[in-house]
């Protein structure tokens, strides 16, 4: 195991993972109505398949990184899924999986088979990636006449990273 002082860097990280899947489930259960067939652009993809790729990219890259600690894989990607509760499990799981083989890989000095120079960088990549999403879910609500109020989301939301007494 890391030294003290590294230990206490990981479990930060790690928590910042956490927060993450955090606020994206939470973005999830507070989509209104209909929400999940809506779309930034005509022919962009819709809220559902958005989750759904974002569970996908997890759990492909871990398979590709971390083989002996991937869990499976689904068989299509983007997938218009529309019960939230599907895919907030799907979501929670796939998190699970990434904050495991994350930490199991740091805790035994193993890196990442294929993608990254540390798994640290597969976790970061991880969180880029989704808030890259987060902002086209936020688009395609507005594109839906539903535009969230900041002061509705960003309890649910920006307060999760920013909130001291989470971790």
């Known amino acids: ?3 003290e002082s590294e230990a206490t860097l990981l479990h930060l990280l790690l928590d910042s993972w956490d927060r993450n899947n ?3 489930v939470n973005l999830l259960r507070a989509l209104p ?3 999940l067939t809506y779309r930034a652009l005509p022919h962009s993809p819709t809220v559902s398949e958005l989750f759904t790729h974002m569970h996908f990219v997890r759990l492909i890259l871990l398979s590709e990184d971390a083989p002996d600690l991937a869990i499976e894989v689904p068989q299509r990607e983007w997938v218009k899924e529309l019960d939230v509760n599907r895919l907030a499990e799907e979501l ?3 998190a ?3 904050r495991k083989a994350v930490r199991t890989l740091i805790a035994s000095g193993s890196q990442t088979k294929m993608h990254y120079d540390h798994p640290l960088l597969f976790l970061q990549h991880m969180i880029w990636h989704e808030g890259y999403h987060h902002g086209q879910i936020k688009l395609a609500l507005k594109a839906g006449g539903q ?3 900041d ?3 960003g309890p649910i939301t920006w307060d999760v990273w920013m909130d001291k007494h989470t971790s």
Do not use: Q, W
């Open 33 to 35: 109505a209909g929400a």
């Open 147 to 149: 535009a969230f109020d």
């Open 96 to 98: 699970a999986a990434v």
């Open 151 to 153: 002061e509705v989301i």
């Open 22 to 24: 955090r606020i994206l």
């Open 92 to 94: 929670d799981r796939s």
């Open 1 to 3: 195991m890391p030294p």
